[in-house]
């Protein structure tokens, strides 16, 4: 666009070669950085290298990953009570027994154990895989983007509706939402793991307990049922104000005209909100979405720091793959099945919600 | 009435927005200045109070210990160091690159956009191990290691903000110094560089904000050179004086002094942060 009067093909290429030469050391950088380390990510998932280790590493071919993903249904059979012929059923809960899953599932060529067990139809079956853990890790990372990002979507247009009707000390109320979004999220976890201590100590306890709601010594971060819902509201705190800031300005771009001119021709204001505010806003929201998702896709610090090893997600599973174990190969191997999984979301996000790029 | 019904809902209702996003932090202050005994007082107490007479009675030592810790002190400053090397590297190599994409024409600039675009949204964790061969192969310690690492979030997104404020940029500007006779580099030392700088100062404060967050690198890089370690790493690790039970008088009190300095810096640049965030975000 610049230059438009004296366009001449010598000052274009002058002008495309010191852009060229501009953008020289930021993709020096990104290939050292970024493209080099995912082309060894890559080459070493085929690979059984061993973490900080001279041993020479063997070509395996693609044994990382079907180690990692392998995965079989097998139905579990009824335990048949010797004496009376029908299926046994356990002696304090009345529940019908079934055949032990270890019996059930393969072991060749790798072992597969217990990820869960399901009906279906009246019959029972369990599902099995070659590295329970993994699959359980890519499932409760599914399970904490999608819900964590579904309420801080919520929250964040809630909150960000409120702010944006005028009142007085809209400034104090925008610089408290800067709060969680600047506390470091090591830190942040950190202050939750103490608020929500097991006991009386704790005082989230404390709090539920005064509302009548448990015994008061919930242990949040041990018990299963509990984890995953403790993480997320960690997570819906520290992130919710981004999203209601983004949302803000996508809310502050929307023309007031339309408004006035809505309210003449009588609508209401859910009306309003439905017809005006919703469409306008779906750009922004578009973007906002697909930022958070793949930042929660791949969330590492929260899962690390409250839930060590009792509970993965992906990016910590392959962190303790690297760092516990020093399965180097089998850790690259996980990368790159991250880096599918984040890419099919992107695509698949752009591709669904029309974000335009350009 | 109904009227003042609903003014009364809406002051509520900011209300407890407000408690909910300030909370957690009040209460890493309310325990900061607890001691041992107070912490595991049960129920716990909204201020600290003594475990007898139940006065008010915060005390400070706390703080005194954090500032008396030589992994937390060398955390702070191990930080400061990574997080600015990182920043600026980032903006001085960015800005070249941001005035390329946002005002100069060329072959391949939407192609070099989309990568520099995908690149803000790579997930780390996946060079993890690629990324430690890089840093050993090239003989680096965890400073400068993490320094280098960094830069796979700051310099995207350094990039990115700084083309969209670039392009905003008048053209009869660079018309006008054409027209005077100064070549594209001039123009861009001369006039566009002095127009970046409040531009600078938001995206480096953005960029710093995520160096000075980063755990993941920073976690394995250190993981044989202690004395490296930066604040996340030193707060996450944070060691624990009595057998098996964590200090958290010490680490709330930690947690309060790394999260001040940010918080007012944040507050004072508030306007542009929102603005660089939401140019980062929504001019994608």
Same mark, same amino acid.
């Given at each position: 666009?610049?230059?438009?009067?004296?366009?001449?093909?010598?000052?274009?290429?002058?002008?495309?070669?010191?852009?060229?030469?501009?953008?020289?050391?930021?993709?020096?950088?990104?290939?050292?950085?970024?493209?080099?380390? =995912?082309?060894?990510?890559?080459?070493?998932? $085929?690979?059984?290298?061993?973490?900080?280790?001279?041993?020479?590493?063997?070509?395996?071919?693609?044994?990382?990953?079907?180690?990692?993903?392998?995965?079989?249904?097998?139905?579990?059979?009824?335990?048949?009570?010797?004496?009376?012929?029908?299926?046994?059923?356990?002696?304090?809960?009345?529940?019908?027994?079934?055949?032990?899953?270890?019996?059930?599932?393969?072991?060749?060529?790798?072992?597969?154990?217990?990820?869960?067990?399901?009906?279906? $139809?009246?019959?029972?079956?369990?599902?099995?895989?070659?590295?329970?853990?993994?699959?359980?890790?890519?499932?409760?990372?599914?399970? $904490?983007?999608?819900?964590?990002?579904?309420?801080?979507?919520?929250?964040?247009?809630?909150?960000?509706?409120?702010?944006?009707?005028? %009142?007085?000390?809209?400034?104090?109320?925008?610089?408290?939402?800067?709060?969680?979004?600047?506390?470091?999220?090591?830190?942040?976890?950190?202050?939750?793991?103490?608020?929500?201590?097991?006991?009386?100590?704790?005082?989230?306890?404390?709090?539920?307990?005064?509302?009548?709601?448990?015994?008061?010594?919930?242990?949040?971060?041990?018990?299963?049922?509990?984890?995953?819902?403790?993480?997320?509201?960690?997570?819906?705190?520290?992130?919710?104000? %981004?999203?209601?800031? =983004?949302?803000?300005?996508?809310?502050?771009?929307?023309?007031?005209? =339309?408004?006035?001119?809505?309210?003449?021709?009588?609508?209401?204001?859910?009306?309003?909100?439905?017809?005006?505010?919703?469409?306008?806003?779906?750009?922004?929201?578009?973007?906002? =979405?697909?930022?958070?998702?793949?930042?929660?896709?791949?969330?590492?610090?929260? %899962?690390?720091?409250?839930?060590?090893?009792?509970?993965?997600?992906?990016?910590?599973?392959?962190?303790?793959?690297?760092?516990?174990?020093?399965?180097?190969?089998?850790?690259?191997?996980?990368?790159?099945?991250? $880096?599918?999984?984040? %890419?099919?979301?992107?695509?698949?996000?752009?591709?669904?919600?029309?974000?335009?790029?350009? | 009435?109904?009227?003042?019904?609903?003014?009364?809902?809406?002051?509520?209702?900011?209300?407890?927005?407000?408690?909910?996003?300030?909370?957690?932090?009040?209460?890493?202050?309310?325990?900061?200045?607890?001691?041992?005994?107070?912490?595991?007082?049960?129920?716990?107490?909204?201020?600290?109070?003594?475990?007898?007479?139940?006065?008010?009675?915060?005390?400070?030592?706390?703080?005194?210990?954090?500032?008396?810790?030589?992994?937390?002190? /060398?955390?702070?400053?191990?930080?400061?160091?990574?997080?600015?090397?990182?920043?600026?590297?980032?903006?001085?190599?960015?800005?070249?690159?941001?005035?390329?994409?946002?005002?100069?024409?060329?072959?391949?600039?939407?192609?070099?956009?989309?990568?520099?675009?995908?690149?803000?949204?790579?997930?780390?964790?996946?060079?993890?191990? &690629?990324?430690? !061969?890089?840093?050993? &192969?090239? &003989?680096?310690?965890?400073?400068?290691?993490? #320094?280098?690492?960094?830069?796979?979030?700051?310099?995207?997104?350094?990039?990115?903000?700084?083309?969209?404020?670039?392009?905003?940029?008048?053209?009869?500007?660079?018309?006008?110094?054409?027209?005077?006779?100064?070549?594209?580099?001039?123009?861009?030392?001369?006039?566009?560089?002095?127009?970046?700088?409040?531009?600078?100062?938001?995206?480096?404060?953005?960029?710093?904000?995520?160096?000075?967050?980063?755990?993941?690198?920073?976690?394995?890089?250190?993981?044989?050179?202690?004395?490296?370690?930066?604040?996340?790493?030193?707060?996450?690790?944070?060691?624990?004086?009595?057998? /098996?039970?964590?200090?958290? &008088?010490?680490?709330?009190?930690?947690?309060?002094? #790394?999260?001040?300095?940010? !918080?007012?810096?944040?507050?004072?640049?508030?306007?542009?942060?929102?603005?660089?965030?939401?140019?980062?975000?929504?001019?994608?």
């Amino acid at each position: 666009m610049m230059f438009k009067k004296n366009t001449g093909s010598k000052l274009l290429q002058r002008e495309q070669r010191l852009a060229y030469l501009l953008l020289l050391p930021t993709f020096l950088v990104l290939i050292v950085v970024a493209l080099y380390p =995912l082309g060894l990510v890559f080459v070493t998932s $085929f690979t059984d290298r061993t973490f900080a280790s001279p041993r020479e590493p063997n070509y395996v071919g693609f044994n990382n990953y079907a180690q990692l993903l392998s995965m079989t249904i097998r139905e579990l059979p009824p335990l048949i009570d010797e004496e009376t012929g029908l299926q046994a059923v356990d002696q304090k809960t009345g529940e019908p027994l079934y055949e032990r899953p270890l019996r059930v599932l393969p072991r060749e060529p790798r072992r597969y154990r217990e990820v869960s067990q399901f009906s279906f $139809f009246g019959k029972r079956y369990v599902l099995g895989a070659s590295d329970p853990d993994f699959i359980k890790a890519v499932w409760d990372t599914l399970v $904490f983007t999608v819900i964590s990002v579904l309420l801080e979507t919520i929250l964040g247009l809630g909150i960000a509706l409120v702010v944006n009707s005028p %009142f007085k000390g809209r400034g104090v109320m925008r610089a408290a939402m800067l709060v969680p979004w600047a506390v470091i999220t090591v830190v942040s976890a950190r202050m939750w793991q103490w608020m929500l201590a097991p006991t009386r100590v704790g005082v989230i306890n404390v709090i539920l307990q005064g509302l009548g709601l448990g015994d008061g010594n919930i242990a949040f971060l041990s018990q299963p049922e509990w984890q995953l819902p403790a993480l997320i509201m960690v997570d819906v705190w520290k992130t919710t104000p %981004f999203m209601a800031l =983004l949302l803000l300005a996508g809310l502050q771009l929307i023309p007031n005209e =339309l408004y006035e001119a809505a309210r003449v021709d009588g609508a209401g204001s859910f009306r309003q909100f439905i017809s005006i505010t919703m469409p306008l806003l779906r750009p922004t929201m578009a973007v906002a =979405l697909v930022f958070r998702t793949l930042d929660a896709l791949r969330v590492f610090d929260l %899962f690390q720091v409250m839930l060590a090893q009792s509970r993965y997600s992906m990016a910590s599973y392959n962190y303790y793959q690297l760092i516990g174990n020093r399965a180097m190969g089998q850790a690259s191997a996980i990368g790159v099945i991250i $880096f599918i999984f984040i %890419f099919i979301f992107a695509v698949a996000y752009i591709r669904l919600l029309g974000v335009k790029t350009d | 009435m109904a009227k003042l019904a609903n003014r009364v809902l809406f002051w509520i209702i900011i209300g407890v927005i407000i408690v909910y996003l300030l909370f957690p932090f009040y209460w890493a202050v309310n325990s900061s200045l607890k001691n041992e005994n107070q912490l595991m007082m049960t129920p716990t107490t909204f201020v600290p109070r003594d475990p007898v007479t139940k006065e008010l009675s915060p005390t400070l030592d706390n703080y005194r210990a954090v500032f008396q810790s030589d992994q937390f002190i /060398r955390g702070l400053r191990n930080s400061a160091i990574v997080a600015s090397a990182a920043t600026l590297l980032s903006l001085a190599i960015g800005l070249f690159a941001a005035f390329a994409l946002g005002k100069l024409r060329f072959k391949g600039k939407t192609s070099a956009l989309y990568i520099i675009l995908s690149m803000t949204m790579f997930p780390q964790v996946t060079i993890l191990s &690629g990324l430690y !061969v890089v840093i050993t &192969g090239l &003989g680096l310690t965890a400073i400068p290691g993490m #320094v280098l690492s960094y830069l796979i979030f700051t310099l995207p997104f350094t990039v990115w903000v700084l083309t969209s404020f670039f392009r905003d940029l008048p053209v009869e500007l660079m018309q006008a110094a054409q027209v005077d006779g100064a070549t594209s580099f001039q123009t861009f030392r001369l006039i566009l560089l002095p127009l970046t700088a409040p531009a600078l100062v938001t995206t480096g404060l953005l960029a710093f904000i995520a160096a000075w967050n980063e755990y993941l690198f920073a976690l394995t890089f250190t993981a044989i050179e202690p004395a490296s370690r930066t604040v996340p790493v030193a707060i996450a690790l944070f060691p624990a004086l009595v057998a /098996r039970q964590e200090p958290f &008088g010490e680490i709330m009190a930690a947690a309060v002094v #790394v999260t001040i300095p940010i !918080v007012v810096l944040v507050l004072i640049f508030q306007r542009r942060i929102v603005a660089g965030l939401t140019a980062g975000a929504i001019k994608g």
